[in-house]
Nanobody, 121 residues
Framework: QVQLVESGGGLVQAGGSLRLSCAAS????????MAWFRRTPGKERAFVAA??????STFYAEFVQGRFAISRDNAKVYLQMNSLKPEDTAVYYC????????????????WGQGTQVTVSS
């Protein structure tokens, strides 16, 4: 398994932007597809965005279409979040999967500890 550590969360006003990063340990980062999920209080963890092993394919939850962008380089995966809304307030988790690309939580075997994003109105 790969070890994942998220960073970049914080407090931002509605309409603002944040960029989350997820650093992966190990030399096989390129063999994993990556994704971001989030959990809001009282709700189950929800899919946000995914990127394929090569980075050539990306997928988004409908509620972040056009506002968030997932990307990756040789050692990290990123989530650029623009036009943030109070309902985006959540703990955001980075996850790694051995599938080519997936949005299904059960496909992800490695998870970070999460980073809190709070959007004030």
């Amino acid at each position: 398994q790969v070890q994942l550590v998220e960073s970049g969360g914080g407090l931002v006003q509605a309409g603002g932007s944040l960029r989350l990063s997820c650093a992966a340990s190990g030399r096989t980062f390129g063999s994993y597809s990556m994704a971001w999920f989030r959990r809001t209080p009282g709700k189950e963890r929800a899919f946000v965005a995914a990127i394929s092993r090569s980075g050539s394919s990306t997928f988004y939850a409908e509620f972040v279409q056009g506002r968030f962008a997932i990307s990756r380089d040789n050692a990290k995966v990123y989530l650029q979040m623009n036009s943030l809304k109070p309902e985006d307030t959540a703990v955001y988790y980075c996850a790694a999967s051995t599938t080519i690309v997936s949005a299904r939580e059960s496909d992800f075997g490695s998870w970070g500890q999460g980073t809190q994003v709070t959007v004030s109105s």
